[in-house]
């Protein structure tokens, strides 16, 4: 028996998952069968009999971060780092989200950086908050914008900056057909925010300036 999930109790400005009528697995995958008829091919045929189990088990893997927290995975601080006060940054945390207007993929990394105020949180937390927002469906904008204010509004450090890069299937294998094309978005907070010379350093971290 598949495990039942709990939407997690957070306010937002859009429905939560508990605030909308969630059809039933078994809806789910009747709703699968129809696009596979919908495509042209025989959903009763040997190789796809089984496939709308095989979406809806995918689907609760993809868009798992629709039933976590981000804000758990960055309560617990630690103060004791010797009085370390400089930069810290998680370079190049991989990533795959889907759009939410085609629901194809888009695939990258994610570059996360902070000055402490009273503690660092640890390093798989940031990684962790990535996972979250990405296993929903998004705009790579909306999932910068998530990322930065969860961190932020948690942590309060003196400043902080975000940087995704990604390549977007519906860019790719739709529309205009131009794989290789990144997109990248960019946040900032405090002191990365009001100093030009601190987001140079950081897109100087991000580039493999400092090694």
Known sequence: MD?????VQKKVDRKTPDQLQRPSKEEAEAAVKTLLAWTGDDPDREGLLETPKRVVKAFTQLY?????DPIEHLERTFEDVG?????VMVRGIPF???CEHHMLPFIGQAHIAYYPAEGVVGLSKLARVVD??????QT?????AQITSAIDDTLAPRGM?????AEHQCMTMRGVQKPGVSTITTQFTGVFHDDPAEQAKFMTMVRGGMR
């Not at 495990?3 to 939407?7: E, G, I, M, S, T």
């Not at 798992?64 to 976590?68: A, K, P």
């Not at 979250?132 to 469906?137: D, E, H």
């Not at 900056?161 to 890069?165: R, Y």
């Open 161 to 165: 900056a975000v940087m995704l890069e």
């Open 96 to 98: 795959h989200s889907h």
């Open 140 to 144: 790579q904008e909306n999932l910068t």
């Open 83 to 87: 009085g370390y006060q400089d930069i």
């Open 64 to 68: 798992g971060g629709y039933f976590e």
């Open 3 to 7: 495990a039942v999930l709990k939407p």
């Open 132 to 137: 979250i927002y990405a296993k929903r469906l």
